[in-house]
């Protein structure tokens, strides 16, 4: 091999490497980035809701979907309302919902389903085919166990 070769080689090398490094980078930035995708959620513990919605929270104080709501919560909609949902200032204060009523739990899984849109801009996305029932109904299961008035 010639010093010209070998250079050659060497510098290719390197820019497999900087390549190498700019996917690594990349990856990392969409990693950071996850949670602007839903994350799934196992709900497969609790008893399943079937394809009709329900509209009150047929989990209410079940524990093991209080567990599973805190993680949900977190993954799903605390970059907008907050860490352990306590608002930043740029969503509602989830912690604000009233407890222990159907009315709201209506109101709450209208708006998780649907998200909002005003004039054409998505203040909130839909969550329905991003989650299911039994995923939204345990985040307000969750909810209700950080309720403040
Ligand atoms: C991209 C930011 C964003 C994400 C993510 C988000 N929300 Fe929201 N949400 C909002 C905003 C902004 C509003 C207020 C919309 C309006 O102006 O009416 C809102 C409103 C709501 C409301 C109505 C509250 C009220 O008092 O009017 C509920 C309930 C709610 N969100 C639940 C959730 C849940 C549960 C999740 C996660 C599954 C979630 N949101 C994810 C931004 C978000």
Known sequence: ?????????????L?????????????????????VTPQ?????SLKQLGETWVTANPYRGNKDAIRIGDSAFNQ???????????SGGIAPDLRLLDINDDDTDEFFIGKVRNGVTRNGAVYMPPFEG????????????????????
Not at 1 to 13: A, F, G, P, S
Not at 40 to 44: G, N, R
């Open 40 to 44: 799934a959620v196992d709900t497969s």
């Open 15 to 35: 820019a497999i490497t900087a390549t190498g490094l700019a996917l690594a980078a990349a990856s990392t930035f969409a990693h950071a980035h996850g949670d």
């Open 76 to 86: 799903n909609c605390a970059r907008c309302h907050g860490l352990g949902a306590v």
């Open 130 to 149: 991003m989650l299911t029932q039994e995923a939204m109904w345990a985040i307000r299961a969750w909810l209700e166990t950080v309720h403040e008035n």
């Open 1 to 13: 091999m010639n010093t010209r070769t070998i250079k050659e080689n060497l510098r290719k090398r």
